[in-house]
């Protein structure tokens, strides 16, 4: 058996989140520095071990005093906790090319198991000789269980922001090592 090892491409990969603001608007922001790696027995995706961390101080959503503020204690706290982390623990395929993620997401030095919803792309090969493979993912979680704490709410009864927070992203991994084991 060969187990491949492949390391998030970040030229290739976004990560989004999104929040409903005032319960009317969706915000929508981004981690620009992460870094990620899985391993799989060949290019089966089926047994996948997935990591994932990104750096709290690199969230954008656009809006440098929103940014600062999501920064803050009342939020993530990235003086204290500079990195959200997610460790996959199994992966069941739903139909064909799409699976469930189920792995432990830490944020705020909390951790909790969530679920991502995974589409396959496929593996193919650069122009450069490269081996790629890529996927889509969707995933939801309640921002409260992670310690994000800030509540407050307008005089109509809306909460200034969403407890459920929406994640998605566009992966692309790079082959970085083949082993064989005995």
């Known amino acids: ?34 870094d990620g790696s899985v391993e799989t027995e060949g290019e089966d995706f089926s047994t996948g071990k997935f990591s994932f961390s990104a750096d709290v101080a690199s969230i954008s959503t656009g809006s440098e005093e929103r940014d600062g503020h999501l920064k803050s204690d009342d939020f993530f706290n990235a003086e204290q906790f500079p990195k959200l982390t997610f460790v996959g623990k199994e992966v069941n395929n739903v139909d064909g090319d799409e699976f ?14 969530i679920v991502l919803n995974i589409e396959v792309g496929g593996v193919a090969k ?16 309640n ?22 927070i929406k994640m998605e992203g566009e992966v692309q991994l790079a082959a970085v090592e083949t082993a064989v084991e005995a």
């Open 1 to 34: 058996m060969s187990i491949q090892k492949w390391t998030l491409d970040p030229a290739h990969t976004n990560i989004h989140f999104k929040a409903k603001h005032l319960m009317i608007t969706t915000v929508t922001g981004s981690f620009g520095s992460f």
């Open 126 to 141: 650069d122009p450069w000789g490269n081996l790629k493979a890529g996927f889509s993912f969707k995933g939801k979680l």
């Open 143 to 164: 921002r409260k269980d992670f310690g994000l704490k800030f509540h407050v709410v307008n005089e109509a009864g809306n909460l200034l922001v969403s407890d459920e």
């Open 100 to 113: 469930e993620l189920h792995g432990e997401m830490t944020i705020r030095d909390v951790t909790k198991p």
